[in-house]
Every structure is written in structure tokens, then in C-alpha cells.
């Protein structure tokens, strides 16, 4: 034997097996999660010690120094356990800090601390995959005019997309600003705030439409600023992508027929608002 070592003696052969655990194939960053497993004594004697039930997240579906903990239990309440018998945990658990976007396993590990003599410990760990993420929701598409004057009334839509793993729920806002460059800031103007909140599943996508009347401003080069989730109400995997930017000439005035028309087109100020899911 090595020296310093003492053989371990069994002293008894139950065998504390764990089943592969329950859980939902996917949970969100931020989000609890339910995690249930079921621990059976599949050896022919009673057990004689407390033991310790642990749980992680893991990358690579071995327990090992990098994985993140989620649950360490104190068993000490469900023994004696008899040859046959078993108990069921279940349990809500919290992501833990350092979880990021993608694929990880669940491993629950019975008799953590090897304190039950066992028959086997080969078979103490299960898994289950979990895939963690969030949505991430885009917009793919805007429609709009290349130029307009003052008072005119803009024809817009936009279509946005949750490009992310999981789906979005809950209620949220996209908006259309008037802005005298591409980037989104607090010297822009809010000239449309709809309504966007639904269930939206991952690759899903809808479009919404809107008549507004431009607001008075001065001729030259502006943009329009589609944004979705517009008050970051969604936690998102990426929120650098909500903002598509149009570019849109505003003029003083028209040659007569270029509105279609023959003639200028007069101020009108409608305010109509639709909504397609597609």
C-alpha cells in the first residue's frame, strides 16, 4: 500500500445510486430553475452514516475544480436508508455568477464526501444537459421614406427578430426617433413609442407599422432611429443590436409632381398604428 495511506475498510454494502436528474433543457441567465434527482440505495444493507447530496454546473460534464456550485445538502435527515429505498429531492436553484450563454451539464453527485462506505462510487454522479441563455431580439428590417418635408406623413415599418436561444416574454416597447446622426442619444426625438410586448420564441419575428406626421425641423440630412426594446425592459444577450438606423433627407419644399400627385403635398396629421406577427 502507499505509505501514509490506511486502506478504507467497508463496512457495510449499501450503495447510494443517483438517477439521471430532472431539469428544463433550457434556463435563463438571471432566472431560477427547478432541479429535481432521486437517490436509491441499491445495495443489500442499510446505510450507517450521513452523507452530503452536491450539485453543479458544469462545461465539460466532469466534477471537477472548475465547475460552478448549485447545491451542497445536508442528507443527514434521510438516513437510515434500506436496502431498496430511496428519497427525491427537488429543489429551486439560482444560476450562480460566472454562468454565461451556451451549453453546460448539471451534475449531481451523491455521498459527496465519500463519508458512506459503498459498494461502488462509480455510480454517485448523473447529468443532464441545460442549455443557458437569453433572448436577443433585433431588428432585421425598416421601411421608410428617402426624404420628407416638415408635416409630411411617414409611412414606417420594421421588422424585428429574437436572434438569441431562448424565447422573450413580458412586455416591452419599440420607438422611432428623429435623430440628426446614426447613433441613438438624449438629443434625439421620440416621434413613435408602440406597444411590441408578446411571447416571442427563439427565430420568431414580427413587424410593426406606423403613420406619424414629421415634426418641424430643419431641411437636410436626418435619420431615423428603429429601436426595439426601447426602454431595455428585456434582459438581452446582446443590447448593442436594437437600434437599425434609415437615413432620411428632409426638404423645404417639392417640385410639383413629386409626390406622385402632380401638385405638392399639404401637412396631414393622421396617427395610425398596425401590427403583424409573423
Known sequence: RLEGLEPRV???ESNLTVATPTLPSTAEL???????????????????????????????GTLDASDLPLLNLDMSGRGPLAAGESYTVTQNVTLPDGAEAGGWNVLV??????AQGETSELDNVRSA????????????TATSPASAMAGDTLDLSWTVQNRGPLAAHGDWYDAVYLSSNDTLDAGDTQIARPSAGRDLAPGASYTQAQSLVLPDVDAGHWFLL???DDADSLR????????????LEIVISRTPGEDGSGAVAGPTYPVTQSLLIG
Do not use: C, M
Open 236 to 247: 438581452e444577450l446582446n443590447e448593442a443590436n436594437n437600434v437599425k438606423a434609415s437615413p
Open 129 to 140: 444537459p441545460i442549455q443557458i441563455g437569453q433572448p436577443d431580439l433585433t431588428i432585421v
Open 30 to 60: 438571471g432566472k431560477d430553475f427547478d432541479l429535481s434527482y432521486t437517490v436509491t440505495n441499491t445495495g443489500t444493507a442499510t446505510t450507517d452514516h450521513s452523507w452530503f447530496d452536491y450539485a453543479v454546473l458544469s462545461r465539460d
Open 226 to 228: 428603429y429601436v426595439n
Open 10 to 12: 467497508l463496512l457495510s
Open 109 to 114: 453527485q451523491t455521498d459527496h464526501d465519500s
